[in-house]
């Protein structure tokens, strides 16, 4: 089974940018969407964005205009590129892979490890 690999988190300053990549050992084609999701100390984890094999994309409310979710199919890797980065988007981020939907937990399939994000005022 292919394992997803997050990299590219870290430590940045209140309207900083940092890129999020998520890498597959293994191609699989039968996915139907592929996301992020974060973590928050004392929250529950929330879908941040998805992309679906239509190429329509999602984002939650609180990122839409700052976050960007693209996917290069030539190396199977799923990127989060985070501008205008706040405080509040500190948090543990997910690459997730499902065969349906990927708008609730419940739905993913197949998970990431998580790469850790801190955003500093």
């Known amino acids: 089974q292919a394992q997803l690999v997050e990299s590219g988190g870290g430590s940045v300053q209140a309207g900083g940018s940092l890129r999020l990549s998520c890498a597959a050992s293994l191609y699989n084609p039968t996915n139907n969407c592929l996301g992020w999701f974060r973590q928050a100390p004392g929250k529950e984890r929330e879908r941040v964005a998805s992309?679906?094999?239509?190429?329509?994309?999602h984002y939650a409310d609180s990122v839409k205009g700052r976050f960007t979710i693209s996917l290069d199919n030539a190396k199977n890797t799923l990127y989060l590129q985070m501008d205008v980065l706040k405080p509040e988007d500190t948090a543990v981020y997910y690459c997730?892979?499902?065969?349906?939907?990927?708008?609730?937990?419940?739905?993913?399939?197949?998970w990431g490890q998580g790469t850790q994000v801190t955003v500093s005022s």
């Open positions: 997730a892979a499902s065969l349906t939907l990927c708008a609730a937990v419940a739905s993913i399939n197949r």
């Open positions: 992309i679906y094999r239509s190429g329509d994309t």
